[in-house]
């Protein structure tokens, strides 16, 4: 894939969930293709797989900030740190996700799945907003095809994407509450939710050229597929990764869609692998958009 890669020299990326997996291979290859990668960690010793993975050689082209993505102060506290490094950055890649096997809030009272799935995202493309425009850059969205069906096991019947109704949300905290609480469904809205406050983004930042996608990079067999198996088929899990893609295809695909020269200028679609395909259409409705950004943006003013 290294190869495939153009020479992005004097490049900046912001990747997230670089620390392991998918998020590891991308950076890693960004690196190896002369690009500097700037990335946030909670965990030092998981970033020094990363710097170990990249070689003593390569140390002066990662920059490791530490915070926690689902914490709103870290995450502001990392923007200001990036931006005031970096005057551009040409690519930032939104991969740091989780799927949560319970109910469990945030430091700033929203559940994990809105906190780490959908406003680590949102805030970077929000905060590192001066940097992002000056370096016309490509953001990523690695997003995952649930959000057009939440049913685990899909023999009949038509999709289910999940729910998104705003309509009486006055507070990112008041989604996915303990009643009535469905894991997978949690996690599956918070995907949507990228991708819809993603749609919403591109108007903006457009006249600068920047650009804003979406990737479903496959079925990957990381740690958050392994959660999402249910649990009448656990006892088959090694069979079922055997099937699925590996890290290195799923870091390919965003790969793609980060640096692919023939796809300049391309912004507001979703990618299904390497395939422009469709996201529900309450991701598309204008109101619904607005109202979550004005969300969103509530979240981050506090």
Do not use: C, W
Not at 170 to 194: Q, W
């Amino acid at each position: 894939m290294t190869a495939a890669i153009p020479d992005l020299r004097h490049h900046t990326a912001v990747v997230t969930g670089a620390t392991g997996g998918m998020g590891q291979i991308i950076a890693a290859t960004l690196i190896n293709a002369g690009v500097h990668v700037v990335t946030v960690a909670r965990d030092s010793a998981r970033a020094d797989t990363l710097r170990a993975r990249i070689g003593v050689d390569n140390e002066h082209r990662l920059d490791v900030i530490a915070g926690d993505l689902s914490r709103r102060e870290d995450l502001l506290t990392a923007a200001r740190i990036i931006e005031d490094r970096y005057e551009q950055i040409h690519i930032l890649v939104n991969n740091a996700g989780a799927h949560f096997p319970d109910h469990r809030m945030s430091s700033d009272g929203v559940e994990m799945h809105v906190a780490l799935d959908y406003l680590a995202a949102y805030g970077l493309m929000t905060h590192l907003d001066a940097s992002l425009r000056r370096g016309r850059a490509r953001i990523v969205n690695v997003a995952s095809d649930t959000l057009n069906d939440t049913r685990r096991i899909k023999l009949a019947g038509k999709p289910r994407p999940p729910s998104l109704d705003l309509t009486h949300i006055n507070d990112l905290a008041d989604l996915n509450p303990r009643t009535g609480f469905v894991p997978f469904e949690a996690y599956t809205r918070a995907k949507l939710m990228t991708v819809t406050a993603g749609y919403a983004l591109t108007r903006s930042f457009a006249p600068d050229g920047v650009t804003v996608n979406a990737v479903h990079p496959g079925i990957v067999a990381t740690g958050i597929v392994d959660d999402l198996i249910p649990r009448s088929l656990r006892p088959f899990g090694t069979l079922i990764r055997r099937a699925m893609l590996t890290p290195a295809d799923g870091a390919a695909t965003a790969l793609r869609i980060a640096t692919d020269p023939r796809l300049a200028g391309v912004t507001g679609r979703y990618f299904n692998q390497g395939s422009v395909a469709v996201t529900p259409p309450i991701s598309h409705d204008a109101a619904v958009q607005r109202k979550l950004l004005t969300l969103s943006e509530a979240h981050f003013a506090r």
